[in-house]
């Protein structure tokens, strides 16, 4: 998340190819920006812990979690579209389910804020590739950090998010 907000590897890029835009890639802080947890399970928990270390307000959409789990912890469950207006950083840590299958889609991020941040640590398909790619296209998400894909190993070639840079 650090890293995502500072734009650390588009500036990594950047310099490996010799250029200096140390303008370009300034990111933003965390300190007083909203964390929207998306599923709010063990490792969501303790994603909120560390955000809150960091200054940052935190939100969780999961149907399942309890109220004192969320209170213990500091953080106010709210309903999907609550998440998804209010949120500066997602996080997702969901199952893949028919019901969480490309979640994040043209609908969802069209109710996100200008400048949105998505981190999916979960399960590849909760995020519909094409519709993140439109996103980012139009600014809706500023920037995306990806370590599972719907399919794996990706097929690079003619991959909407693979090799995005800047």
Not at 80 to 102: C, I, N, R, Y
Not at 112 to 123: D, E, L, P, S
Request: contains cysteine.
């Amino acid at each position: 998340m650090c890293a995502l907000s500072r734009n650390v590897a588009q500036a990594d890029a950047s310099m490996k190819a010799g250029k200096w835009e140390r303008n370009k890639y300034v990111g933003v802080s965390l300190v007083d920006k909203t964390l929207a947890i998306m599923g709010f399970g063990k490792v969501g928990g303790e994603v909120a812990r560390r955000a809150r270390g960091l200054g940052m307000t935190v939100i969780a959409y999961d149907p399942y979690a309890s109220e004192e789990k969320a209170r213990a912890v500091g953080v106010k469950l709210v309903t999907l579209d609550e998440a998804l207006a209010s949120g500066d950083f997602f996080s997702l840590h969901m199952p893949l389910t028919p019901g969480t299958k490309k979640m994040f889609n043209d609908a969802a991020f069209a109710k996100m804020k200008k400048g949105a941040r998505i981190m999916n640590v979960a399960r590849g398909g909760v995020i519909d590739d094409e519709a993140l790619a439109r996103a980012l296209d139009a600014g809706i998400v500023a920037a995306a950090a990806l370590d599972v894909f719907e399919e794996e190993p990706p097929k690079f070639e003619g991959h909407p998010l693979i090799g995005r840079w800047g």
